[in-house]
């Protein structure tokens, strides 16, 4: 049995991500899951014909909105599965959190030093939080994704 | 912008901050209280420009070409702030 090499990218805009295959190009039908972890949420997609040759291209495939899913993705863990024949099923989360992200980093466009130092306060915080949404999302840590999520979310 | 261009900006900016502090700590926070304040408010908004130039390169690194959350021309005027604000610390030592 061989093993799935992938790598996951979210859209900046948050309605699609970008799927690619890292290793000897794929010739059989790939059945992608997707699970949403705390919205209850799932969806099928079934990587077949030109979408099979994209994903095995250097560019990667492009999927859009899944059924059973909201698009855009709201910021969350996502459970993806990937299986089809001769290969190990792989399941992996990734933390899709480009919605919070483009706000706070539109908010930090507008930062000058002079303003005032709660503001200030507030952008570094809210960056450091989007720091821990990264660390938590490359080290496949859902429990700390989701309070860094929530309290990210919740500041004002 | 690709990504190396992107990369030595950061680079640069963040090894120059490093020396900035390190050859002239002896003279951070010499002088009023409010001197003291207005460099680190400088240095803290320096750090918050290099973080928005971090995000934008890790949008570049992975590829993805649609960029609606920061524009280029985002990223150049912080480029600028940057410039701006390590010519403002420097304008602001007590000698």
Request: hydrophobic fraction near 35%; avoid cysteine; charged fraction near 15%.
């Given at each position: 049995?061989?093993?799935?090499?992938?790598?996951?990218?979210?859209?900046i805009?948050?309605?699609?991500?970008n799927i690619?295959?890292?290793?000897?190009?794929?010739?059989?039908?790939?059945?992608?899951?997707?699970?949403?972890?705390?919205?209850?949420?799932?969806?099928?997609?079934?990587?077949?014909?030109?979408?099979?040759?994209?994903?095995?291209?250097?560019?990667?495939?492009?999927?859009g909105?899944?059924?059973?899913?909201?698009?855009p993705?709201?910021d969350?863990?996502?459970?993806?599965?990937?299986?089809?024949?001769?290969?190990?099923?792989?399941?992996?989360?990734?933390?899709?959190?480009?919605?919070?992200?483009?706000?706070?980093?539109?908010e930090?466009?507008n930062?000058?030093?002079?303003?005032?130092?709660?503001?200030?306060?507030?952008?570094?915080?809210?960056?450091?939080?989007?720091?821990?949404?990264?660390?938590?999302?490359?080290?496949?840590?859902?429990?700390?994704?989701?309070?860094?999520?929530?309290?990210?979310?919740?500041?004002? | 912008?690709t990504?190396?261009?992107?990369?030595?900006?950061i680079?640069t900016?963040?090894?120059?901050?490093?020396?900035?502090?390190?050859?002239?700590?002896?003279?951070?926070?010499?002088?009023?209280?409010y001197?003291?304040?207005r460099?680190?408010?400088?240095?803290?908004?320096?750090?918050?420009?290099?973080?928005?130039?971090?995000?934008?390169?890790?949008?570049l690194d992975?590829?993805?070409?649609?960029?609606?959350?920061?524009?280029?021309?985002?990223?150049?005027?912080?480029?600028?702030?940057?410039?701006?604000?390590?010519?403002?610390?420097?304008?602001?030592?007590?000698?």
């Amino acid at each position: 049995m061989s093993t799935f090499n992938i790598t996951i990218v979210e859209a900046i805009d948050a309605s699609s991500f970008n799927i690619k295959n890292n290793d000897t190009a794929i010739t059989t039908d790939i059945v992608l899951t997707i699970a949403s972890v705390t919205n209850a949420q799932s969806g099928t997609y079934t990587i077949t014909g030109t979408d099979l040759t994209a994903f095995n291209s250097i560019n990667g495939l492009n999927i859009g909105s899944i059924i059973g899913i909201n698009n855009p993705y709201p910021d969350d863990m996502y459970d993806f599965t990937l299986s089809t024949t001769g290969y190990d099923t792989l399941s992996l989360s990734m933390g899709f959190y480009q919605v919070i992200g483009d706000s706070t980093m539109k908010e930090s466009l507008n930062y000058r030093y002079y303003q005032d130092k709660y503001l200030r306060d507030i952008i570094n915080e809210k960056i450091r939080l989007l720091r821990n949404l990264r660390y938590s999302t490359d080290t496949g840590n859902p429990q700390a994704f989701q309070q860094n999520l929530l309290q990210l979310q919740n500041i004002r | 912008m690709t990504a190396l261009t992107l990369a030595n900006v950061i680079y640069t900016s963040k090894v120059f901050i490093l020396e900035l502090s390190l050859k002239n700590y002896e003279k951070l926070q010499i002088g009023s209280k409010y001197t003291a304040s207005r460099q680190e408010d400088i240095l803290t908004a320096i750090d918050i420009y290099i973080d928005i130039l971090e995000y934008y390169y890790y949008i570049l690194d992975n590829n993805v070409t649609t960029q609606t959350a920061l524009l280029e021309n985002d990223i150049n005027n912080i480029i600028e702030l940057i410039t701006q604000a390590i010519s403002a610390f420097k304008d602001s030592y007590y000698v």
